[in-house]
């Protein structure tokens, strides 16, 4: 996956900034919120940028984001917009607007540069409260990840512009990524790009800060999962055959029945086996607990986004 990046954000105390490396760490500043202290204003590539004025670095960002965007997707196609999640983010409030955090804003401002084309969707939320990295929270993808979910309505139509405001390491990207592809029913990432604010950089890296070559994110895979690649050279067959292996080991005997069903389909999240009428009511209309065994062994090796659907064989 590609990211790219409006600017590079020089963190370390004691060095001593020059005035674009100002420029760009007030810039990010103004993005998270955070109190301009001294200079009291910079020289933007757009312009001034004043504590009184910080709003306007959205604006500059969805811009520039937009033309970046275009640029990869000249053809006008349909766009999804979607924004990495703060750490307030919590699924519990999935049903309410969105908070308004920084990462909102951004997806918020470059959605409305893309005009039409573009469909904001808010649809990555934490399952709890998680400590900010800077405060000593994890970046560690897959603890991450783990404590990540897809929830909403979304029906992606295209290309999908991960948005976030800082990357360091790339922790939540990844995670991020591996929710957003399977919930997709993706067997790469190609079709997904990323867009950050800042990216932490280190004095003098980069003679100009507005100025950062965009880089590609090796795909991350969750544990117990396959690859992308590995998905995407396996048939529906191969892959129910996978699903059988590890029900053999976690349930036998609800592997000896799966083995008697034909798979009909293993693709967008949607593993749909046949059986025979007397072997498919093992399954249960009213008692779930056995479908749900082998649910449990498709998003385990697949991801959590599979629906397990049993068709009678006969039609």
């Known amino acids: 996956m590609k990211v790219f990046f409006r600017s590079a954000y020089v963190t370390e105390r004691n060095y ?5 490396e100002w420029a760009a ?3 990010v500043k103004a993005i998270k919120g955070k109190a301009f202290n001294s200079p009291k204003a910079v020289k933007c590539p757009e312009g001034i940028l004043s504590w009184s004025n910080r709003d306007t670095a959205f604006i500059w960002f969805g811009n520039w984001a937009a033309e970046v965007v275009s640029e990869i997707y000249p053809s006008g196609e349909t766009l999804n917009i979607i924004p990495v999640p703060s750490k307030a983010a919590l699924i519990e409030n999935h049903k309410q607007p969105p908070q308004g955090t920084s990462s909102d804003q951004l997806a918020a401002h470059l ?10 969707t808010k649809v990555l939320w934490w399952q709890k409260q998680l400590q900010r990295a800077h405060d000593g929270g ?5 603890k991450l990840h783990d404590k990540l979910e897809v929830k909403g309505e979304w ?4 290309p999908i512009i991960l948005v976030d405001d800082m ?5 939540h990207l990844e995670a991020s990524v591996a929710h957003i592809a399977r919930a997709a029913g993706l067997e790469s990432t190609e079709s997904i790009t990323a867009i950050c604010a800042g990216k932490t950089a280190n004095g003098g890296e980069f003679s100009n800060p507005f100025e950062v070559s965009p880089i590609d994110l090796p795909e991350w895979t969750p544990a117990d999962c396959f690859s992308f690649n590995e998905v995407a050279e396996m048939n529906a067959e191969a892959r129910w055959q996978a699903v059988l292996e590890h029900l053999r080991v976690t349930d036998a005997s609800i592997a000896a029945i799966c083995d008697l069903g034909k798979v009909r389909q293993f693709s967008d999240c949607v593993v749909e086996v046949a059986f025979d ?3 498919a009511d093992f399954f249960g209309l009213n ?3 056995h479908s749900n065994t082998v649910t449990k062994a498709i998003t385990t090796l697949f991801g959590r986004y599979w629906e397990f659907k049993i068709i009678d064989l006969n039609k």
Do not use: I, K, N
Not at 155 to 158: D, E, F, I, K, Q
């Open 111 to 120: 959605a409305h540069a893309l005009g039409d084309r573009a469909v904001l």
């Open 277 to 279: 009428a007397a072997y």
């Open 25 to 27: 760490f007030w810039f």
């Open 155 to 158: 029906c992606p139509v295209g």
């Open 167 to 171: 990357f360091t390491f790339g922790g």
């Open 287 to 289: 008692d779930q607990t």
């Open 16 to 20: 001593v900034r020059t005035q674009p």
């Open 138 to 142: 994890t970046r560690d993808p897959q």
